[in-house]
């Protein structure tokens, strides 16, 4: 259940192919062998793209390939981490100076935003050090949320380490909001689900508060994930924060034109949710209020009644400042309509015989 907290399981590397080659680097690199594993999942979105950060439902389910750990502890406060692609060097910083640049995001930043969720959380004055050896089997920047799944299995790593419990649905919230450290807005989805999935069933994931409820797929459904091999880091660019930008620029629009509290609502959701009405209704409303043309940032702040200044510092992040249009009607198209088919798809499931097992 999403109240308990993650399963611990024994493990024996000898039986485990994997297990034991990550062993074999872990005492290669630290001298010793691991004390425990932790393995966080990556996931496949089925429907549901790009309206978890507007507040709307989603229907994900994780995958075999994860982000797997070995992990011991040192006594000098200070964090070792070893990578099995070569392509990802090393690192070590002691736990008091961990610094995560938004600008240029290295793998190892991705853990170090779990470590630093769990340890603010619980205001962890003296952490133990970590050694940690990491194997990846979840394609970089492939769209399977392989940096989630670092920063969920670090946040596991860390708790671990501390001798700390927290259910599985509190760590899929830390987590969802610690990896923002590292300048990504995104909205829960990737980190619930990492958490959350259960072994053959999709899963319809909530938020505010997050809550997940199983979804099973008809009899016979198969799911082709295809990678193009066309990377797109989602911190490294701001192509991500630029769409939810986007999405929180609509929502500020059309609830000032509906005479709502637009300083409060920074969701689409949110204006939906006060608004009261169908999502078909909403639609309707971007028909009316919001433009196809893109918005300038002049434009949006005449509508708003605010300065440039108030802008950028007051609703942009920081990686889209610099963007000089806006696509509102869009996006705020893309997730009343998408959120729809997210609720339309469960009730196709619903109503399918799904396989017995």
């Given amino acids: 259940m999403a109240t308990n907290p993650p399963p611990k399981l024994q493990v024996r590397s000898s039986e485990n192919d994997r297990l034991k080659r990550l062993k074999e680097t872990f005492i290669s690199k630290f001298g010793l062998a691991p004390v425990f594993y932790a393995r ?3 996931r496949v979105n089925l429907i549901g793209e790009h309206i978890d950060y507007c507040g ?6 994780a995958i075999e390939q994860d982000i797997l750990t070995a992990v011991s502890l040192n006594k000098t406060q200070v964090i070792q981490l070893a990578n099995t692609n070569p392509l990802y060097p090393d690192f070590t910083s002691r736990i008091s100076d961990i610094h995560i640049d938004k600008t240029k995001p290295l793998w190892h930043y991705y853990f170090l935003c779990g470590l630093k969720g769990i340890q603010e959380h619980f205001s962890l004055a003296c952490p133990p050090g970590i050694n940690c050896a990491v194997d990846g089997t979840i394609p970089a920047s492939s769209g399977l949320s ?3 799944a670092m920063v969920c299995c670090a946040g596991l790593v860390t708790l671990e380490a501390n001798k700390k419990t927290l259910s599985k649905v509190e760590l899929a919230e830390i987590c969802a909001s610690c990896e923002r450290y590292i300048g990504t807005e995104g909205g829960g989805m990737d980190q619930s689900i990492s958490f959350l999935a259960e072994q053959g069933t999709a899963k319809l994931i909530e938020f505010n508060p997050v809550r997940a409820t199983d979804v099973q797929l008809p009899d016979g459904a198969v799911f082709v994930i295809a990678n193009c091999c066309v990377e797109m880091n989602k911190a490294a660019t701001s192509h991500f924060n630029i769409r939810v930008m986007e999405c929180r620029l609509a929502a500020k629009l059309l609830s000032k034109a509906k005479g709502l509290d637009w300083k409060r609502l920074l969701k689409l959701g949110d204006v939906h949710k006060e608004a009261g009405v169908t999502l078909e209704e909403m639609l309707a409303t971007v028909e009316e209020l919001l433009h196809p043309e893109p918005y300038s940032q002049q434009e949006i702040c005449q509508c708003l009644g605010i300065t440039l200044e108030e802008l950028c510092t007051g609703i942009l992040s920081q990686n889209t400042q610099d ?8 996006r705020a198209k893309h997730v009343y309509s998408e959120a729809a088919r997210v609720l339309e798809f469960k009730d196709i499931c619903d109503q399918t015989p799904a396989k017995e097992n």
Avoid: E, I
């Fill in 56 to 61: 709307y439902a989603v229907l994900p389910m």
């Fill in 146 to 148: 392989s940096s989630s």
């Fill in 40 to 42: 966080a999942p990556g």
């Fill in 323 to 330: 963007v000089t249009t806006f696509k509102l009607y869009q």
